[in-house]
């Protein structure tokens, strides 16, 4: 049955995931004999949850619960796990990994790496040092892919360019990194700035988990002003404004297959950008935010932990969501 938003069921979730070393997805293209490996051999760090980047994303969920606080028991789990993670020789392999493929996982996966990090550093644990060589390059390889990125991604899943980007300012505003904050939002504007009707009425496609047409309107509220974002969104997106979408939440047809259950992720998306630009809008916003509870509630609802193609990666959405990420400031 599905959870009900609370906390501790989306840590035991990630917790149940995490290592979880089969079935798993990699997508590696062969250079060699050599690449011919275990993920476990591989990617020590991130060898579980399916994939490389939900295991980031199950990591990412603990350090998050932690930061919103949990009893010593489960807290105490998440922290052995962490450690036994993020140890030297691990990472030393991650890092080895990675130099030698500068577009794997970009921009998706890397992105929720530098939201790991971020989270590491803002809940102050040592642990967040053993992973700067993974940000080093997750940076410099978030910052090779925007220098080649002449047009916006505006796919669904994982390539789309808008909800990446989004991460990457997160992280760059967290760390004070002005030559990516300037990159970020150069972009956002070139690609974005004059956009018109976005095409919300050919969303969703059936294997979305990202609404092309809300990520785009959740980075330019990074990027503008109140008044600016107000006047831009008015013309980028007026069936927004007015309430006429989305009013249907998404339908998952099973749960239990790998792609359509990115459709109980759209929920939880669309659930936490509508509240975020309902935050950032200076004019009325009020089914906005109604739009974003009825998504809320229909995104919780499809989290099933019995249903592993949707258990390995949901309760990061959830985590996201419930504890308001976006918000960029400590917990209360």
């Not at 796990?81 to 970009?106: H, M, Y």
């Not at 940000?135 to 410099?140: G, I, Y």
């Not at 990159?183 to 956009?195: F, N, P, Q, W």
């Not at 609802?301 to 960029?328: D, N, Q």
Request: aromatic share 8%; with cysteine.
């Amino acid at each position: 049955m599905p959870i009900d938003g609370k906390i501790e069921d989306l840590v035991e979730m990630a917790l149940s995931c995490i290592h979880r070393e089969h079935p798993y997805y990699l997508a590696l293209v062969i250079q060699t004999d050599e690449d011919l490996k275990l993920p476990r051999q591989l990617t020590p760090v991130f060898r579980g949850a399916f994939d490389w980047h939900s295991a980031v994303h199950c990591h990412w969920t603990l350090v998050r619960a932690l930061r919103m606080g949990l009893d010593e028991e489960l807290a105490s789990r998440c922290r052995s796990v962490l450690e036994s993670s993020f140890n030297e020789k691990d990472i030393e392999l991650e890092v080895s990994f990675a130099t030698e493929r500068p577009g794997f996982e970009v921009p998706y996966g890397r992105a929720w790496l530098l939201q790991l990090s971020t989270e590491l550093k803002e809940v102050k644990v040592p642990l967040a040092q053993n992973l700067d060589p993974l940000e080093k390059l997750a940076r410099r390889d978030l910052l090779s892919w925007c220098s080649r990125l002449d047009h916006p991604v505006r796919s669904g899943q994982h390539d789309q360019s808008m909800f990446s980007l989004g991460l990457f300012h997160d992280w760059a505003i967290s760390n004070k990194d002005e030559e990516c904050i300037e990159t970020v939002e150069s972009l956002a504007h070139r690609h974005h700035g004059k956009d018109c009707d976005l095409p919300c009425r050919f969303e969703p496609s059936n294997h979305d988990f990202l609404s092309p047409s809300l990520a785009t309107v959740d980075l330019m509220r990074r990027v503008l002003s109140g008044d600016e974002f107000d006047s831009w969104i008015n013309k980028a997106h007026p069936e927004l404004i007015s309430g006429q979408w989305p009013v249907a939440v998404a339908q998952c047809p099973d749960p239990a297959d790998g792609k359509l259950s990115h459709l109980d992720g759209l929920n939880l998306s669309r659930g936490w950008m509508l509240a975020a630009i309902a935050e950032a809008m200076d004019q009325g916003s009020s089914g906005i935010e109604a739009m974003a509870t009825k998504h809320e509630k229909a995104g919780l609802a499809g989290v099933h932990p019995e249903h592993y193609s949707g258990a390995h990666w949901l309760a990061s959405f959830a985590m996201y969501l419930i504890t308001k990420r976006w918000k960029l400031t400590e917990p209360d």
